[in-house]
């Protein structure tokens, strides 16, 4: 699943107050923001750790104990995290405030040298590691190819929402069409892969959600895996456990959680939301039970609780009333993924950047729940 909150969606919330003249309502993707006193800026220390976390995912991914998606997922963290640090650093410095319907605004190039460092270093470690995949030159390795098109669909994307945001409508246009471009390719040798047994449905669905498709063709695809997923469950294969069967429910409910508005505002589907807040639930229940035992991972843990911060992200920036046990829940099963990798001794191969990844989580949530 790929969920519409992202660095880059962020940046763009926040350029887009230097582009009008009058105030506007605040609801159309952007965040509230509370005054606070200047000794505590609420996301230094995601700041802090993202930079941990960059390095430990680096350092991981390049010994090849991380895989592609896992260290795509780290660095897309990493710049939420310096994003966000970068504007409200810039808010308290020119003592501004986003409250009801009334928005400091700043000047362009202001913002523009306030997130330059931001999207140039996500743009520098994207291209890295493309350098390094296409050096790798081993086409008959496993996964290879697939891997070599993902990470420039993933380079392609932040090219394109810099572009978009510095106002450079000639790239703008260039990198819309290799997107789609891009995206077919992955999907077509993520789909070879998958016919010799050598993708599994969860990366096939990854491949599906960056294809420009119709609806339908999506739902079609999701509703497939989710009946597959079934029915290895039924034959007893551990393809088909439990939770990877809540997983290909959830992709599949998630369809309906929420539309995007022409103006940019997003709409809630209680119904939708609701359900696949639950199942987002199950899922971490699910995996909580499987860690112990050694069958589930600090990462899938840790990825299962992201999924539904984003999903809870989303129903704030629509002003969505989400039910009072549902966000104490989450916050409950953010205790405990903490405790889980606190209690991780060894950091060895990966594991650094896992329990690293669980701390920019927290850091995170604690800043956004100081903001509010």
């Known amino acids: 699943m790929f969920c519409r909150i992202g660095v880059f969606a962020i940046l763009a919330a926040f350029l887009a107050l230097a582009e009008t003249s009058q105030a506007q309502d605040p609801a159309a993707g952007r965040q509230k923001v509370s005054r606070r006193s200047k000794d505590a800026p609420p996301y230094a220390a995601a700041a802090a750790t993202s930079q941990q976390l960059r390095e430990e995912s680096h350092d991981s991914f390049v010994r090849g104990l991380l895989p592609l ?7 897309g963290l990493v710049y939420e995290a310096e994003a966000r640090h970068a504007y409200d650093t810039l808010q308290r410095q020119t003592k501004g405030t986003y409250e009801s319907n009334r928005a400091t605004r700043f ?5 523009e040298r306030t997130f330059r460092p931001v999207y140039q270093a996500r743009l520098t470690a994207l291209e890295d590691v493309v350098q390094r995949l296409e050096a790798f030159q081993q086409p008959a390795s496993t996964g290879w190819e697939a891997d070599v098109a993902l990470a420039k669909v993933a380079l392609n994307r932040a ?6 945001l510095l106002g450079m409508k000639g790239a703008v246009i260039e990198l819309t069409e290799a997107e789609e471009r891009l995206a077919a390719e992955h999907y077509w040798k993520r789909l070879e892969d998958a016919r010799v047994g050598q993708a599994s449905l ?4 990854q491949a599906v959600s960056l294809l420009n498709i119709s609806p339908e063709f999506r739902r079609n695809m999701l509703q497939s895996v989710a009946e597959q997923t079934v029915i290895w469950e039924m034959e007893g294969a551990g ?39 639950q199942l987002a639930a199950t ?18 843990l840790s990825r299962t609780w992201h ?14 009333e989400m039910p009072k046990a549902s966000v104490e829940q989450h916050n409950r099963n953010l205790a405990l993924l903490k405790e ?9 191969g990966r594991a650094a950047a896992d329990v690293t990844f669980v701390a920019l989580l927290g850091d995170l949530k604690a800043a956004e729940l100081a903001r509010k």
């Open 202 to 205: 969860p990366a096939l669905v």
């Open 159 to 164: 090219q394109l929402e810099t572009a978009r």
């Open 340 to 348: 889980a990798a606190g209690a991780t001794t060894d950091r060895r």
């Open 69 to 75: 998606s896992d260290h795509l997922e780290h660095l």
């Open 307 to 320: 999924l539904r911060q984003q999903m809870h992200q989303i129903a704030d920036e629509a002003h969505y």
């Open 239 to 277: 393809i088909g456990r439990s939770d990877a069967v809540t997983r290909a429910q959830l992709d599949l409910s998630w369809l309906d959680g929420y539309k995007e508005r022409r103006d940019g505002s997003i709409k809630v589907n209680d119904a939708a939301w609701r359900e696949s807040d």
């Open 283 to 300: 899922l971490f229940e699910q995996r909580a039970e499987l860690y112990p035992k050694g069958t589930a991972t600090l990462g899938d």
């Open 107 to 111: 000047d362009q190039k202001q913002l």
